[in-house]
RNA sequence: GCACCGGUCGGAUAGCGGCUAUUCCAGGUGACUGUAAAUCACCCGCCUUCGGGCAUCGUUGGUUCGAGUCCAACCCGGUGCA
Protein backbone atom coordinates (compact mmCIF):
# COMPACT_ATOMS: atom_id res chain seq x y z
CA UNK A 1 0.00 0.00 0.00
CA UNK A 2 1.08 3.60 -0.74
CA UNK A 3 -0.49 6.49 0.22
CA UNK A 4 0.04 9.70 -1.67
CA UNK A 5 -1.07 13.55 -1.26
CA UNK A 6 -1.85 15.48 -3.96
CA UNK A 7 -3.07 19.32 -2.16
CA UNK A 8 -3.81 19.90 1.08
CA UNK A 9 -6.34 22.31 2.26
CA UNK A 10 -5.34 26.02 2.96
CA UNK A 11 -7.14 26.37 6.11
CA UNK A 12 -7.81 23.36 7.64
CA UNK A 13 -6.30 19.75 8.21
CA UNK A 14 -7.63 18.26 4.67
CA UNK A 15 -6.09 16.65 1.95
CA UNK A 16 -6.44 14.75 -1.29
CA UNK A 17 -4.70 12.07 -2.19
CA UNK A 18 -4.14 8.62 -3.81
CA UNK A 19 -4.02 5.38 -1.94
CA UNK A 20 -2.08 2.63 -4.22
CA UNK A 21 -3.29 -1.06 -3.32
CA UNK A 22 -2.64 -4.02 -5.47
CA UNK A 23 -6.04 -4.06 -6.17
CA UNK A 24 -6.50 -0.60 -7.21
CA UNK A 25 -6.22 2.98 -6.33
CA UNK A 26 -8.23 4.87 -4.15
CA UNK A 27 -9.16 8.58 -4.44
CA UNK A 28 -9.12 9.53 -1.14
CA UNK A 29 -10.89 11.23 0.19
CA UNK A 30 -13.15 8.56 -0.26
CA UNK A 31 -16.19 6.69 0.80
CA UNK A 32 -15.95 2.88 1.92
CA UNK A 33 -19.17 0.81 0.71
CA UNK A 34 -19.86 -1.60 3.71
CA UNK A 35 -20.22 -5.39 2.89
CA UNK A 36 -20.18 -6.87 6.12
CA UNK A 37 -20.81 -9.86 5.31
CA UNK A 38 -19.04 -10.35 1.68
CA UNK A 39 -21.71 -8.94 0.20
CA UNK A 40 -22.76 -4.71 -0.08
CA UNK A 41 -26.68 -5.54 0.66
CA UNK A 42 -29.12 -5.55 -2.04
CA UNK A 43 -26.42 -5.21 -4.48
CA UNK A 44 -24.46 -7.13 -7.18
CA UNK A 45 -20.73 -5.87 -7.75
CA UNK A 46 -21.25 -3.61 -11.15
CA UNK A 47 -23.82 -2.14 -9.28
CA UNK A 48 -21.61 -1.31 -6.31
CA UNK A 49 -19.01 -0.01 -9.13
CA UNK A 50 -21.38 1.86 -11.23
CA UNK A 51 -22.20 3.49 -8.38
CA UNK A 52 -19.04 5.15 -8.18
CA UNK A 53 -17.29 3.31 -5.08
CA UNK A 54 -13.81 2.36 -4.77
CA UNK A 55 -13.37 0.35 -1.68
CA UNK A 56 -15.11 -1.60 -0.32
CA UNK A 57 -15.38 -3.35 3.74
CA UNK A 58 -16.17 -6.47 5.13
CA UNK A 59 -16.45 -7.26 8.66
CA UNK A 60 -14.03 -10.02 10.25
CA UNK A 61 -16.58 -11.11 13.15
CA UNK A 62 -19.44 -12.22 10.86
CA UNK A 63 -16.97 -13.73 8.67
CA UNK A 64 -15.26 -15.56 11.10
CA UNK A 65 -18.88 -16.99 11.89
CA UNK A 66 -20.19 -17.25 8.80
CA UNK A 67 -18.88 -18.53 6.43
CA UNK A 68 -15.71 -18.85 8.00
CA UNK A 69 -12.17 -17.19 7.66
CA UNK A 70 -10.85 -20.49 6.10
CA UNK A 71 -13.51 -20.64 3.49
CA UNK A 72 -12.80 -17.12 2.62
CA UNK A 73 -8.69 -18.68 2.23
CA UNK A 74 -9.51 -20.92 -0.14
CA UNK A 75 -11.76 -19.00 -2.18
CA UNK A 76 -9.02 -16.66 -2.66
CA UNK A 77 -9.72 -13.77 -0.13
CA UNK A 78 -12.76 -11.26 0.53
CA UNK A 79 -12.77 -9.75 -3.10
CA UNK A 80 -12.17 -13.02 -5.25
CA UNK A 81 -15.14 -14.40 -2.94
CA UNK A 82 -17.42 -11.62 -3.77
CA UNK A 83 -16.31 -11.18 -6.74
CA UNK A 84 -15.04 -7.50 -6.40
CA UNK A 85 -12.02 -6.56 -8.25
CA UNK A 86 -11.17 -3.73 -6.33
CA UNK A 87 -9.24 -2.97 -3.04
CA UNK A 88 -11.14 -4.20 0.06
CA UNK A 89 -10.60 -3.88 4.10
CA UNK A 90 -11.61 -5.77 6.84
CA UNK A 91 -13.12 -4.20 10.10
CA UNK A 92 -11.14 -6.31 13.31
CA UNK A 93 -14.62 -7.13 14.88
CA UNK A 94 -14.02 -4.28 17.76
CA UNK A 95 -17.19 -2.40 16.74
CA UNK A 96 -18.88 -5.53 17.49
CA UNK A 97 -17.46 -5.32 21.36
CA UNK A 98 -19.09 -2.15 21.00
CA UNK A 99 -22.88 -3.68 19.18
CA UNK A 100 -22.80 -7.06 20.93
CA UNK A 101 -21.27 -5.35 24.91
CA UNK A 102 -22.42 -2.09 25.69
CA UNK A 103 -25.52 -1.18 23.62
CA UNK A 104 -26.63 -3.87 22.94
CA UNK A 105 -30.51 -4.12 23.69
CA UNK A 106 -30.02 -0.44 24.63
CA UNK A 107 -31.57 1.05 21.15
CA UNK A 108 -33.96 4.49 22.19
CA UNK A 109 -36.09 3.08 19.19
CA UNK A 110 -35.63 -0.60 19.17
CA UNK A 111 -35.90 -1.43 22.91
CA UNK A 112 -35.25 -4.60 22.79
CA UNK A 113 -34.71 -4.60 26.46
CA UNK A 114 -36.48 -2.97 29.27
CA UNK A 115 -34.44 -1.20 30.60
CA UNK A 116 -31.07 0.54 30.07
CA UNK A 117 -31.11 4.27 27.68
CA UNK A 118 -30.42 4.73 23.78
CA UNK A 119 -26.97 3.75 23.07
CA UNK A 120 -25.67 3.94 19.72
CA UNK A 121 -22.80 4.95 17.02
CA UNK A 122 -23.80 8.60 17.48
CA UNK A 123 -26.20 9.78 20.14
CA UNK A 124 -28.02 12.84 21.08
CA UNK A 125 -25.73 14.97 23.28
CA UNK A 126 -29.01 15.55 25.24
CA UNK A 127 -28.50 12.12 26.87
CA UNK A 128 -24.96 12.26 27.58
CA UNK A 129 -24.86 14.75 30.15
CA UNK A 130 -28.47 12.47 31.76
CA UNK A 131 -26.27 9.25 31.47
CA UNK A 132 -22.72 9.96 32.89
CA UNK A 133 -23.12 11.46 36.58
CA UNK A 134 -24.73 7.88 37.72
CA UNK A 135 -24.08 5.34 35.19
CA UNK A 136 -26.76 2.95 35.84
CA UNK A 137 -25.74 -0.37 36.61
CA UNK A 138 -26.34 -2.84 34.04
CA UNK A 139 -23.58 -5.45 34.83
CA UNK A 140 -26.21 -8.30 34.78
CA UNK A 141 -27.32 -6.94 31.37
CA UNK A 142 -27.97 -9.57 28.58
CA UNK A 143 -24.80 -9.11 25.98
CA UNK A 144 -23.19 -11.06 23.66
CA UNK A 145 -19.92 -9.70 24.20
CA UNK A 146 -18.14 -9.84 27.37
CA UNK A 147 -14.89 -7.91 27.94
CA UNK A 148 -11.25 -9.38 29.33
CA UNK A 149 -8.07 -7.82 29.61
CA UNK A 150 -7.02 -10.73 27.26
CA UNK A 151 -9.91 -10.46 24.40
CA UNK A 152 -13.24 -10.36 23.88
CA UNK A 153 -15.71 -13.44 24.56
CA UNK A 154 -18.71 -13.13 21.62
CA UNK A 155 -21.87 -15.57 21.98
CA UNK A 156 -22.64 -16.13 18.69
CA UNK A 157 -26.19 -14.42 17.61
CA UNK A 158 -26.45 -17.46 14.74
CA UNK A 159 -26.07 -20.24 16.93
CA UNK A 160 -25.27 -19.12 20.14
CA UNK A 161 -21.66 -20.82 20.28
CA UNK A 162 -19.20 -18.86 22.41
CA UNK A 163 -15.83 -17.54 20.35
CA UNK A 164 -13.03 -15.72 21.87
CA UNK A 165 -11.57 -13.08 19.92
CA UNK A 166 -8.00 -11.97 20.93
CA UNK A 167 -5.74 -9.51 18.74
CA UNK A 168 -3.66 -12.05 17.73
CA UNK A 169 -6.56 -13.91 16.80
CA UNK A 170 -8.23 -11.04 15.19
CA UNK A 171 -4.70 -11.07 12.90
CA UNK A 172 -5.11 -14.11 11.88
CA UNK A 173 -8.56 -14.03 10.87
CA UNK A 174 -7.96 -11.03 8.91
CA UNK A 175 -4.71 -12.33 7.25
CA UNK A 176 -6.95 -15.77 6.32
CA UNK A 177 -9.85 -13.16 5.13
CA UNK A 178 -6.87 -11.20 2.71
CA UNK A 179 -8.51 -7.22 2.24
CA UNK A 180 -5.78 -5.19 1.34
CA UNK A 181 -5.99 -3.33 4.74
CA UNK A 182 -7.10 -4.64 7.91
CA UNK A 183 -7.92 -2.90 11.08
CA UNK A 184 -6.06 -3.01 14.99
CA UNK A 185 -8.46 -5.08 17.69
CA UNK A 186 -9.92 -2.38 19.28
CA UNK A 187 -12.74 -1.49 21.99
CA UNK A 188 -15.07 1.08 20.83
CA UNK A 189 -16.40 2.51 23.89
CA UNK A 190 -19.67 3.80 24.30
CA UNK A 191 -20.01 7.53 25.31
CA UNK A 192 -22.19 6.99 28.39
CA UNK A 193 -18.76 5.36 29.91
CA UNK A 194 -17.30 7.20 32.65
CA UNK A 195 -13.66 8.32 32.29
CA UNK A 196 -11.97 5.69 34.86
CA UNK A 197 -13.87 3.33 32.43
CA UNK A 198 -12.37 5.03 29.06
CA UNK A 199 -8.85 4.74 30.47
CA UNK A 200 -9.13 1.02 31.24
CA UNK A 201 -10.88 0.44 27.84
CA UNK A 202 -7.87 2.57 26.31
CA UNK A 203 -5.14 0.69 27.82
CA UNK A 204 -6.47 -2.24 26.87
CA UNK A 205 -6.87 -0.77 22.98
CA UNK A 206 -3.47 0.08 23.20
CA UNK A 207 -2.48 -3.09 24.48
CA UNK A 208 -4.25 -4.49 21.51
CA UNK A 209 -2.64 -2.30 19.01
CA UNK A 210 0.81 -3.77 19.93
CA UNK A 211 -0.32 -7.28 20.24
CA UNK A 212 -2.21 -6.84 16.68
CA UNK A 213 1.22 -5.52 15.10
CA UNK A 214 3.08 -8.07 16.18
CA UNK A 215 0.85 -10.41 15.44
CA UNK A 216 0.18 -8.79 11.77
CA UNK A 217 3.93 -9.46 11.48
CA UNK A 218 4.95 -12.45 12.44
CA UNK A 219 1.71 -13.83 9.92
CA UNK A 220 3.74 -12.00 7.27
CA UNK A 221 6.79 -13.45 7.54
CA UNK A 222 5.59 -16.85 8.58
CA UNK A 223 2.61 -17.20 5.65
CA UNK A 224 3.31 -20.69 5.85
CA UNK A 225 2.04 -21.71 9.33
CA UNK A 226 0.57 -25.31 9.26
CA UNK A 227 -2.97 -25.90 9.67
CA UNK A 228 -4.77 -25.82 13.19
CA UNK A 229 -5.42 -29.07 14.88
CA UNK A 230 -7.76 -31.12 12.70
CA UNK A 231 -7.31 -29.52 9.76
CA UNK A 232 -4.66 -31.63 8.55
CA UNK A 233 -4.25 -31.57 4.65
CA UNK A 234 -4.67 -35.19 3.35
CA UNK A 235 -4.63 -36.38 -0.04
CA UNK A 236 -8.81 -35.93 -0.96
CA UNK A 237 -7.75 -31.92 -0.17
CA UNK A 238 -5.03 -32.13 -2.58
CA UNK A 239 -5.44 -28.40 -3.95
CA UNK A 240 -5.81 -26.41 -0.95
CA UNK A 241 -3.64 -23.69 -0.68
CA UNK A 242 -2.25 -21.73 1.94
CA UNK A 243 -3.60 -18.34 2.36
CA UNK A 244 -1.60 -14.98 -0.03
CA UNK A 245 -3.42 -12.22 0.56
CA UNK A 246 -6.02 -11.86 -1.85
CA UNK A 247 -4.29 -14.74 -4.96
CA UNK A 248 -2.41 -13.42 -7.44
CA UNK A 249 -0.02 -11.15 -5.42
CA UNK A 250 2.44 -11.32 -2.83
CA UNK A 251 1.43 -8.14 -0.78
CA UNK A 252 0.69 -8.12 2.49
CA UNK A 253 -1.99 -6.26 3.69
CA UNK A 254 -1.86 -2.92 5.42
CA UNK A 255 -2.73 -2.21 9.21
CA UNK A 256 -4.10 0.40 10.15
CA UNK A 257 -3.98 1.50 14.00
CA UNK A 258 -7.14 2.68 15.71
CA UNK A 259 -7.49 5.30 18.22
CA UNK A 260 -10.47 5.52 20.70
CA UNK A 261 -10.41 8.07 23.75
CA UNK A 262 -13.78 8.64 23.89
CA UNK A 263 -15.07 12.28 23.77
CA UNK A 264 -11.84 12.75 26.63
CA UNK A 265 -9.13 15.51 25.23
CA UNK A 266 -6.92 13.88 27.04
CA UNK A 267 -7.60 10.66 26.62
CA UNK A 268 -7.92 11.15 22.23
CA UNK A 269 -4.22 12.93 22.53
CA UNK A 270 -2.72 10.41 24.53
CA UNK A 271 -4.23 7.47 21.68
CA UNK A 272 -2.87 9.08 18.76
CA UNK A 273 0.38 10.06 20.44
CA UNK A 274 0.48 6.26 21.50
CA UNK A 275 -0.07 5.24 18.03
CA UNK A 276 1.68 6.97 16.13
CA UNK A 277 4.76 5.98 17.39
CA UNK A 278 3.57 2.31 15.94
CA UNK A 279 4.52 0.89 12.91
CA UNK A 280 1.06 1.17 11.39
CA UNK A 281 0.72 1.81 8.00
CA UNK A 282 -2.62 4.01 8.62
CA UNK A 283 -5.17 4.60 11.28
CA UNK A 284 -8.46 4.39 12.10
CA UNK A 285 -10.51 6.85 14.53
CA UNK A 286 -12.86 4.73 16.21
CA UNK A 287 -15.67 5.57 19.15
CA UNK A 288 -19.16 6.36 19.50
CA UNK A 289 -19.52 10.06 19.26
CA UNK A 290 -22.26 12.60 19.99
CA UNK A 291 -22.55 14.40 17.11
CA UNK A 292 -21.35 17.86 18.59
CA UNK A 293 -18.28 15.78 19.95
CA UNK A 294 -17.25 14.49 16.36
CA UNK A 295 -15.06 16.96 14.97
CA UNK A 296 -13.24 18.26 18.05
CA UNK A 297 -12.66 15.17 18.58
CA UNK A 298 -11.31 14.16 15.12
CA UNK A 299 -9.05 17.53 14.95
CA UNK A 300 -7.36 16.78 18.46
CA UNK A 301 -6.57 13.53 17.10
CA UNK A 302 -5.38 14.55 13.50
CA UNK A 303 -3.23 17.32 14.50
CA UNK A 304 -1.03 14.84 15.93
CA UNK A 305 -1.29 11.53 13.41
CA UNK A 306 1.62 11.51 11.08
CA UNK A 307 0.60 13.48 8.09
CA UNK A 308 2.06 11.12 5.41
CA UNK A 309 -0.20 8.28 7.11
CA UNK A 310 -3.97 7.95 5.38
CA UNK A 311 -6.46 8.03 8.76
CA UNK A 312 -9.94 6.49 8.26
CA UNK A 313 -13.16 7.51 10.00
CA UNK A 314 -14.43 4.46 11.23
CA UNK A 315 -18.65 4.24 10.70
CA UNK A 316 -19.74 7.94 9.67
CA UNK A 317 -21.43 8.86 7.04
CA UNK A 318 -24.02 11.52 7.05
CA UNK A 319 -23.36 14.32 4.25
CA UNK A 320 -22.41 16.93 7.30
CA UNK A 321 -20.17 14.77 8.73
CA UNK A 322 -18.38 13.98 5.31
CA UNK A 323 -17.76 17.92 5.13
CA UNK A 324 -16.39 17.84 9.13
CA UNK A 325 -14.38 14.86 8.26
CA UNK A 326 -12.78 16.23 5.13
CA UNK A 327 -11.92 19.60 6.70
CA UNK A 328 -10.31 17.81 9.35
CA UNK A 329 -7.76 15.23 7.63
CA UNK A 330 -9.77 12.36 7.41
CA UNK A 331 -9.21 10.47 4.40
CA UNK A 332 -11.34 7.44 4.47
CA UNK A 333 -14.91 7.06 5.62
CA UNK A 334 -17.43 3.89 5.88
CA UNK A 335 -20.72 3.84 6.91
CA UNK A 336 -23.87 1.38 6.58
CA UNK A 337 -26.14 4.11 6.25
CA UNK A 338 -26.25 5.00 2.41
CA UNK A 339 -27.62 1.00 2.03
CA UNK A 340 -29.36 0.70 5.46
CA UNK A 341 -31.61 4.06 5.32
CA UNK A 342 -31.91 2.64 1.22
CA UNK A 343 -33.02 -0.42 2.38
CA UNK A 344 -35.44 1.18 4.82
CA UNK A 345 -37.20 3.76 2.58
CA UNK A 346 -34.98 6.97 3.49
CA UNK A 347 -33.41 8.25 0.47
CA UNK A 348 -30.84 11.49 0.06
CA UNK A 349 -31.99 14.11 -1.71
CA UNK A 350 -29.43 17.71 -2.07
CA UNK A 351 -32.72 19.43 0.09
CA UNK A 352 -32.15 16.94 2.76
CA UNK A 353 -33.48 13.13 3.43
CA UNK A 354 -36.67 11.94 2.16
CA UNK A 355 -38.85 9.06 3.26
CA UNK A 356 -40.33 7.20 0.37
CA UNK A 357 -43.09 5.86 1.48
CA UNK A 358 -44.78 8.99 2.83
CA UNK A 359 -48.12 9.42 0.82
CA UNK A 360 -47.03 12.82 -0.96
CA UNK A 361 -44.56 10.45 -2.97
CA UNK A 362 -47.08 8.15 -4.03
CA UNK A 363 -48.05 10.20 -7.31
CA UNK A 364 -45.07 12.15 -7.57
CA UNK A 365 -43.33 11.04 -10.80
CA UNK A 366 -40.18 12.96 -10.67
CA UNK A 367 -37.16 11.62 -10.24
CA UNK A 368 -35.88 10.54 -6.47
CA UNK A 369 -33.01 13.54 -7.07
CA UNK A 370 -33.63 15.97 -9.36
CA UNK A 371 -30.09 15.52 -11.84
CA UNK A 372 -29.20 12.94 -10.27
CA UNK A 373 -27.13 10.55 -12.48
CA UNK A 374 -27.13 7.32 -10.95
CA UNK A 375 -28.99 4.40 -12.51
CA UNK A 376 -32.13 4.53 -9.88
CA UNK A 377 -32.26 8.44 -11.26
CA UNK A 378 -31.10 8.23 -15.01
CA UNK A 379 -31.16 4.64 -16.36
CA UNK A 380 -30.81 4.90 -20.17
CA UNK A 381 -33.78 2.66 -21.47
CA UNK A 382 -33.25 -0.69 -21.59
CA UNK A 383 -33.94 -1.90 -25.25
CA UNK A 384 -32.64 1.07 -26.81
CA UNK A 385 -35.64 3.52 -27.29
CA UNK A 386 -35.05 6.45 -28.96
CA UNK A 387 -34.83 9.35 -26.58
CA UNK A 388 -36.38 7.88 -23.35
CA UNK A 389 -33.90 8.13 -20.59
CA UNK A 390 -36.66 8.52 -18.37
CA UNK A 391 -35.33 7.10 -14.90
CA UNK A 392 -37.40 5.51 -12.19
CA UNK A 393 -39.79 7.76 -10.40
CA UNK A 394 -40.60 8.41 -7.00
CA UNK A 395 -43.88 7.44 -6.92
CA UNK A 396 -42.92 4.25 -8.50
CA UNK A 397 -39.76 3.68 -6.43
CA UNK A 398 -42.85 4.05 -3.24
CA UNK A 399 -44.97 1.93 -4.91
CA UNK A 400 -41.88 -0.79 -4.47
CA UNK A 401 -41.62 -0.24 -1.05
CA UNK A 402 -45.17 -0.43 -0.39
CA UNK A 403 -45.33 -3.56 -2.12
CA UNK A 404 -42.21 -5.04 -0.53
CA UNK A 405 -40.28 -5.50 -4.10
CA UNK A 406 -37.10 -6.53 -3.52
CA UNK A 407 -36.21 -4.31 -6.17
CA UNK A 408 -37.13 -1.36 -3.64
CA UNK A 409 -33.94 -1.94 -1.34
CA UNK A 410 -31.60 -2.19 -4.75
CA UNK A 411 -32.64 0.69 -6.39
CA UNK A 412 -32.60 2.82 -3.33
CA UNK A 413 -29.29 1.99 -1.93
CA UNK A 414 -27.81 2.30 -5.82
CA UNK A 415 -29.17 5.39 -5.13
CA UNK A 416 -28.08 6.14 -2.13
CA UNK A 417 -24.32 4.82 -2.27
CA UNK A 418 -23.85 6.93 -5.53
CA UNK A 419 -25.57 9.97 -3.80
CA UNK A 420 -22.73 9.63 -0.83
CA UNK A 421 -19.90 8.52 -2.57
CA UNK A 422 -20.22 11.28 -5.46
CA UNK A 423 -20.61 14.11 -2.50
CA UNK A 424 -17.01 12.39 -1.54
CA UNK A 425 -15.76 12.63 -5.08
CA UNK A 426 -17.11 16.26 -5.18
CA UNK A 427 -15.32 17.21 -2.28
CA UNK A 428 -11.83 15.96 -3.08
CA UNK A 429 -12.47 18.17 -6.41
CA UNK A 430 -13.50 21.02 -4.57
CA UNK A 431 -9.87 20.51 -2.62
CA UNK A 432 -8.20 20.24 -5.86
CA UNK A 433 -9.87 23.11 -7.27
CA UNK A 434 -9.46 25.35 -3.74
CA UNK A 435 -13.15 26.00 -3.57
CA UNK A 436 -13.74 23.35 -1.12
CA UNK A 437 -15.23 26.26 1.57
CA UNK A 438 -17.32 27.44 -1.22
CA UNK A 439 -19.06 24.05 -1.99
CA UNK A 440 -19.46 23.13 1.62
CA UNK A 441 -21.37 25.78 2.26
CA UNK A 442 -23.39 25.83 -0.81
CA UNK A 443 -24.05 22.22 -0.34
CA UNK A 444 -25.33 22.43 2.94
CA UNK A 445 -27.28 25.35 2.72
CA UNK A 446 -29.66 23.54 0.56
CA UNK A 447 -29.03 20.20 2.40
CA UNK A 448 -29.96 20.76 5.46
CA UNK A 449 -33.49 22.86 5.30
CA UNK A 450 -36.30 20.38 5.67
CA UNK A 451 -37.00 19.09 2.25
CA UNK A 452 -39.95 19.51 0.01
C1' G B 1 -92.07 -19.88 5.11
C1' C B 2 -89.12 -23.36 8.30
C1' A B 3 -84.29 -24.99 10.16
C1' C B 4 -79.25 -24.26 11.04
C1' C B 5 -74.85 -21.16 10.97
C1' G B 6 -72.84 -16.37 11.25
C1' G B 7 -72.54 -10.56 12.00
C1' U B 8 -66.25 -7.69 16.65
C1' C B 9 -61.65 -1.28 13.74
C1' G B 10 -60.67 -0.36 6.34
C1' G B 11 -59.97 -6.23 5.60
C1' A B 12 -59.19 -10.86 8.25
C1' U B 13 -59.29 -12.72 13.14
C1' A B 14 -59.29 -13.90 18.92
C1' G B 15 -63.01 -13.85 22.62
C1' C B 16 -66.91 -19.72 26.01
C1' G B 17 -70.03 -14.01 32.45
C1' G B 18 -64.96 -10.38 35.33
C1' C B 19 -59.21 -5.92 34.85
C1' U B 20 -56.99 -1.80 29.25
C1' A B 21 -61.45 -6.38 23.34
C1' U B 22 -56.41 -9.98 20.87
C1' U B 23 -53.43 -10.72 16.79
C1' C B 24 -52.13 -10.25 11.52
C1' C B 25 -52.59 -7.32 7.14
C1' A B 26 -53.58 -2.63 5.04
C1' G B 27 -52.91 2.67 6.31
C1' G B 28 -50.10 6.93 8.90
C1' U B 29 -45.60 9.13 11.13
C1' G B 30 -40.81 8.55 12.61
C1' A B 31 -35.90 6.22 13.71
C1' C B 32 -31.39 4.16 11.67
C1' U B 33 -23.80 6.38 11.43
C1' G B 34 -16.72 0.41 11.70
C1' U B 35 -24.90 -3.83 9.81
C1' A B 36 -28.06 -9.50 15.15
C1' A B 37 -31.44 -4.25 10.54
C1' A B 38 -35.37 -5.76 3.09
C1' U B 39 -35.32 -3.79 10.33
C1' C B 40 -37.51 -1.34 14.45
C1' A B 41 -40.77 2.12 17.33
C1' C B 42 -45.18 4.74 17.83
C1' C B 43 -50.17 5.86 15.97
C1' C B 44 -54.40 3.79 13.48
C1' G B 45 -63.26 5.18 16.80
C1' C B 46 -63.80 10.43 19.06
C1' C B 47 -61.75 14.22 22.45
C1' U B 48 -57.10 15.54 24.91
C1' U B 49 -53.84 20.37 28.71
C1' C B 50 -50.44 13.87 26.11
C1' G B 51 -51.41 12.49 32.43
C1' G B 52 -55.58 10.74 30.36
C1' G B 53 -60.96 11.14 29.28
C1' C B 54 -65.29 9.16 26.51
C1' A B 55 -67.31 5.64 23.28
C1' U B 56 -67.72 0.82 20.91
C1' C B 57 -68.54 -5.82 19.33
C1' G B 58 -75.69 -5.71 13.66
C1' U B 59 -80.35 -3.24 16.35
C1' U B 60 -83.63 -3.00 20.54
C1' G B 61 -84.97 -4.91 25.00
C1' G B 62 -84.00 -8.38 29.08
C1' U B 63 -81.24 -11.58 32.92
C1' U B 64 -76.98 -10.28 36.15
C1' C B 65 -73.22 -6.80 41.08
C1' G B 66 -71.12 -7.15 36.07
C1' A B 67 -72.83 -8.86 29.03
C1' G B 68 -68.94 -8.80 22.91
C1' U B 69 -70.08 -13.41 25.64
C1' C B 70 -76.45 -15.70 28.35
C1' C B 71 -82.01 -14.93 26.83
C1' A B 72 -85.87 -12.72 23.47
C1' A B 73 -87.45 -10.10 19.28
C1' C B 74 -86.03 -7.75 15.05
C1' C B 75 -82.44 -6.49 10.85
C1' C B 76 -78.69 -8.28 7.51
C1' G B 77 -75.60 -12.40 5.16
C1' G B 78 -74.74 -17.66 4.05
C1' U B 79 -76.36 -22.76 3.68
C1' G B 80 -80.15 -26.50 3.62
C1' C B 81 -85.36 -27.95 3.22
C1' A B 82 -90.01 -26.56 1.20
Not at 77 to 94: H, L, Y
Not at 101 to 118: H, I, L, Q, T, V
Not at 357 to 380: A, H, S, Y
Amino acid sequence: MHFKIEKKLKNGLGRAGILQTSHGAIHTPAFVAVGTKATVKSLNPEQVRDAGTEVVLGNTYHLYLQPGDEIVRDAGGIGKFMNWSGPTMTDSGGFLVFSLGAAYGKDPERKRASYGAGISKVMKLVDIPLLIPDRFDDSDAPRLAKICTDGVSFKSHLDGSIHYITPEKSMQIQHNLGADIIFAFDECTSPTEDLRYQKEALERTHNWAKRSLEEHKRLINSPLEEYPKGEVENSSTPSRKRATPQEGNNSSPALFGIVQGGREESLRKASANFLKNLDFDGFGIGGSFAKEDMSTAVKWVNVILPEEKPRHLLGIGEPEDLFMGIENGVDLFDCVLPTRLGRNGTLYTKKGKIIIMNTKFRNDFGPLDDGCECFTCKNPAPYGAEGSRSGFTRAYIAHLFHGKEMLAGTLASIHNLYFIINLVKKIRQSILEDSFFEFKEEFLKGYLKSPE
